[in-house]
């Protein structure tokens, strides 16, 4: 005899009961809440708590709810026209573990919808705000339900009422904990489990139900706008990872009201200059929190691809426990897709599963990655590697945040609306085709339509209808797509158009991602007219038409290198469950079909068709290739290098690059330039006649014939000058020229600062320079360096260097650097102002002088300890820079216990003039140094010399 076992006794949806006791209990709000006004007007929560709960109707109708499979598509179906209203009765659900206050103001806020009132909006401060005054009242409202309850603040131990609910919460902890205890109101569970009579076999099957609401509204952030007030107005605080280009005013300064906190777009006219100011989206969220009394916790973190790695994750959780965030307490993710991602994964993992809310600042994170459940990481160079499914309780996309964002960043988020269109939506597909390749990239969809002028566009509201009409086809369509599939248990799934290969060779490629879509998906056009035959040439053009239309990439150059591609393809199928699954538009655009089988030299011959097509048919704008395609056209961090070197390796190491899902496949030849040019360097050494240690004693023994033993055995003496030595350098220009060859490129805030210090006719030789820049980058980067102190900036070089080694090691980069004289401070100023925004930002200059400036640091026993101290300043104060560093006079050091001081110039005791007082004082701080014995050092012969010093 088997056994059965049910988890759950909810009742069962009546529609006409349900129907008709919500119209019912919507009316009797309103009486209670007419009930508890007083003269002025003012509600008093705690007459109108006592009338709502104790009024029968109301009474039955929460109780009732709380019984009801409220996450159920019956449900669902039952209140599909009326979409607030659901939103609010899934909340409602959870009465009993809602504070008294919240549960009045859902219920208000439900009646005052329903009432179809032009003027639907309800006061959410006048539920919330703390009376001070009336601290008996707060001693209800305040509680949970249940608490309220259990501690006779509503009604009295022998009343009716207070009976009742005593009893509905024993019932509730059997037939469904949800309603009771719920770990957060946004997800339930269920199951069905069925075993043989001694249980030596079990089968079940076990689910997780959650909710989610979309919203594409504008103005989320202005004052009236209750989205974000409803959720954490009852919580009293906001936790908020925040992308930190949202901090700069670079990328997202523009005018809001100072009344309203609505950011100006659309074109609309400003009357009087004084009721606005710039600002940036971060300082619009502060103003709109505390504007709503809401305290908020802000973790700023990179929105760069380049950052999006596990260990961005691991800081996120990390910072997360230490603000004691709990289960049901969603956090909030500002920003773009990678934060999106990211901040999204760390909170899938975080206590297993914390709820969090995405308010989208890019068109990415509004219709895609935003709304998406699939969170994740990149990894070993491939694209979304590591993840977990974890979409967000409520996703709010709103325009009005789009019209600062950089145009490349406009252009690159369209591709993910392209790939619905084509597989999903035709006339989605159509309108892009009206005003996308014109207007949509311009206009920053339809946010800016100052742009408009001239355009010949006479109907500006019908085209800031299709932008809206775009936004919500696209949302719509990927809904349609995604959330029946939720946790991707099959592969049909047409919003993958265009993820084929593309994650494969995006990182290593260091493009955008909507443009590696926007590649995959014109390659998949190809194959589905070519290979599969389900479109014809016609619309595969066209496809790739609007594609190229919209300034987006149908080629990169990367995609000629088959050995990568070939390795996407089997990281594809190993993702997709053992099949590739390629979804290509299949019939009709908008219509979408799979492609399972295809051998990797078909693939190839197809590639190099396509390329031949998009790049030389003259059918295609700039050959087929895009605008702003890379990462650095957009000013973020390149990932190539790091990415490119992951996939090299994984495809050294797998002698196997090839797929099928037949019997079909043949044995791919190797085709690969660098693979051929790395096998023609190994015949090479190969063919080389002499091994290694045959070749040091034939030929580097006559070159070392007056070699002298290179290992110190005792502590030089001291002596009261450095040797004579006759050149002015270390090194003869050749050996400079080679080693700056060999060497990483500057990059381009290392080269702002070299032509800003020419065009102020600074003497630019003090700079630090290619060699020594990049030095000091990779050094900050191997120790991780988090605080640095620049003794001498000149104009930065340095400074800026040791910032972005920092950032490389993923720390929150903080460099002090300090500069006496003023003319040089301002070009340095300059320089840091042009930089990119999360190097300036980790850069504080200090015109001062130094000594003092360190004395007052090291005066302080709460002060800054460094973990890298660079001196370059006057060589006359060596001396001191380093005993101050070391702690001296019995103050407290500057350098942290494991820090490094780096002392440049100190082979300048040997280059400059014998006359020169800085030679004798380099020379006695290298004495100094080398003396004591709390450190050990080393010269480096790096241009001018740099003495590396470390405590024992």
């Not at 949806?13 to 009797?28: E, T």
């Not at 490129?745 to 020594?772: D, H, R, W, Y």
């Not at 103050?891 to 494991?898: T, V």
Request: aromatic fraction near 8%; hydrophobic fraction near 40%; charged fraction near 25%.
């Amino acid at each position: 005899m088997s056994k059965q076992i049910n988890y759950y006794e909810l009742d069962q949806l009546d529609s006409k009961v349900f129907q008709d006791l919500l119209s019912r209990s919507i009316g009797q709000t309103k009486l209670s809440l007419n009930e508890a006004k007083n003269e002025g007007g003012q509600v008093s929560l705690d007459k109108l708590a006592i009338s709502i709960f104790g009024d029968e109707t109301l009474s039955e109708f929460l109780l009732l709810l709380a019984r009801l499979p409220v996450f159920s598509n019956d449900f669902e179906i039952l209140m599909k026209d009326e979409l607030d209203v659901l939103q609010i009765l899934k909340k409602l659900k959870f009465f009993i573990n809602l504070k008294v206050r919240e549960t009045i103001y859902l219920l208000v806020k439900m009646s005052t919808i329903s009432s179809n009132a032009a003027n639907n909006s309800v006061d959410v401060a006048q539920y919330f705000a703390v009376d001070p005054n009336n601290p008996q009242v707060e001693a209800i409202v305040d509680l949970k339900f249940k608490n309220a309850i259990s501690q006779q603040l509503l009604f009295n131990a022998d009343s009716s009422q207070q009976i009742m609910y005593l009893s509905e919460f024993e019932r509730l902890e059997k037939i469904d904990p949800h309603a009771i205890y719920p770990t957060s109101i946004y997800r339930q569970s269920d199951g069905y489990t069925v075993a043989s009579e001694n249980c030596s076999k079990i089968e079940a099957v076990m689910s997780t139900t959650l909710t989610t609401s979309i919203r594409i509204s504008s103005h989320v952030l202005g004052y009236e706008s209750t989205h974000l007030a409803d959720i954490y107005r009852p919580l009293g605080r906001c936790v908020i990872i925040l992308d930190d280009k949202l901090m700069d005013p670079t990328y997202t300064n523009g005018l809001v009201g100072i009344t309203t906190n609505h950011r100006v777009v659309l074109g609309m006219a400003l009357e009087g200059g004084e009721n606005f100011e710039k600002i940036t989206i971060a300082e619009q969220i502060n103003r709109y929190f505390a504007f709503h009394q809401v305290e908020i916790e802000v973790l700023v973190r990179s929105g760069n691809e380049a950052d999006k790695d596990i260990e961005n994750v691991q800081k996120i959780l990390i910072e997360l426990k230490k603000l004691g965030v709990m289960r049901h307490e969603p956090v909030l993710v500002v920003g773009g897709g990678v934060i999106a991602d990211i901040a999204g994964f760390a909170c899938a993992l975080f206590h297993r599963n914390t709820p969090y809310v995405m308010l989208a600042t890019s068109i990415v994170a509004g219709i895609d990655a935003g709304p998406s459940p699939r969170t994740c990481c990149d990894g070993q160079g491939y694209k979304n590697a590591f993840g977990a499914f974890h979409p967000p309780v409520v996703t709010l996309t709103d325009r009005t945040l789009w019209r600062t964002m950089h145009s490349g960043m406009i252009r690159h988020g369209i591709a993910e609306i392209v790939k619905m269109a084509v597989v999903e939506n035709r006339e989605l597909f159509e309108l892009l085709e009206k005003v996308g390749p014109k207007y949509l990239v311009k206009t920053k969809f339809g946010t800016d339509l100052e742009s408009l002028e001239g355009s010949g566009i006479t109907d500006v509201k019908a085209f800031n209808d299709d932008c809206e009409r775009i936004v919500g086809l696209a949302m719509e369509s990927y809904v349609r797509a995604e959330y029946g599939n939720l946790w991707e248990t099959h592969q049909c799934r047409p919003h993958a158009y265009g993820h084929t290969w593309s994650p494969g060779y995006e990182l290593p490629a260091g493009i955008l991602h909507g443009h590696a879509v926007a590649t995959c998906m014109g390659f998949g056009a190809y194959l589905s007219w070519k290979h599969c035959g389900w479109i014809d040439e016609a619309q595969c053009v066209r496809i790739c038409k609007l594609i190229n239309n919209l300034e987006l990439s149908l080629w990169h150059d990367i995609m000629d290198d088959k050995e990568i591609f070939h390795s996407c393809t089997k990281k594809m199928v190993q993702k997709r469950g053992g099949n590739l699954a390629a979804p290509l538009p299949r019939g009709e655009i908008g219509e979408c079909g799979y492609m399972n089988d295809i051998t990797d030299d078909e693939l190839g011959m197809y590639l190099d068709e396509y390329k031949e097509l998009v790049t030389k048919s003259g059918i295609f704008a700039r050959n087929g290739y895009g605008v702003e395609v890379h990462l650095a056209d957009v000013g973020l961090g390149e990932t190539c290098h790091e990415a490119l070197a992951h996939v090299r390796a994984e495809i050294a190491t797998d002698g196997q690059h090839s797929f099928c899902n037949d019997d079909k496949c043949s044995d791919k030849k190797k085709q690969d330039v660098n693979y051929m040019m790395v096998e023609e360097e190994k015949k090479d050494m190969c063919s080389n006649e002499l091994s290694y240690n045959e070749w040091i004693k034939s030929v580097q023994a006559d070159r070392n014939s007056e070699w002298n033993y290179n290992v110190s055995f005792e502590r030089a003496p001291n002596t009261s000058e450095p040797p004579h030595y006759p050149q002015n350098t270390l090194f003869n220009e050749l050996t400079e020229e080679y080693a700056t060859a060999q060497t990483s490129v500057s990059s381009s805030n290392v080269q702002t600062a070299a032509k800003i210090t020419s065009e102020e006719q600074l003497f630019a030789p003090c700079m630090v320079g290619t060699l020594e820049s990049q030095f000091l980058k990779m050094f900050a980067k191997s120790v991780k360096a988090e605080r640095v102190l620049d003794i001498g900036t000149f104009t930065g070089m340095s400074a800026i260097a040791f910032a972005e080694g920092s950032l490389a090691a993923k720390m929150p980069a903080v460099v002090d650097t300090l500069e006496f004289d003023k003319t040089t401070s301002i070009a340095a100023q300059k320089i840091f102002d042009n930089c990119e925004p999360q190097v300036k930002n980790a850069i504080k200059l200090h015109c001062t002088n130094a000594v003092d400036w360190m004395r007052t640091c090291a005066d302080d026993p709460n002060g800054t300890s460094f973990d890298i101290i660079f001196i370059d300043a006057d060589k006359d104060n060596y001396t001191q820079y380093y005993e101050l560093a070391m702690g001296a006079d019995g103050r407290r050091p500057l350098l942290a216990e494991d820090g490094v001081i780096l002392a440049d110039n100190s082979l300048c005791a040997l280059l400059y003039d014998t006359d020169d007082s800085r030679r004798v004082a380099l020379h006695h701080f290298n004495q100094v140094v080398k003396d004591d014995d709390r450190v050990e050092q080393v010269v480096l012969t790096m241009r001018e010399g740099i003495t590396m010093i470390s405590r024992k």
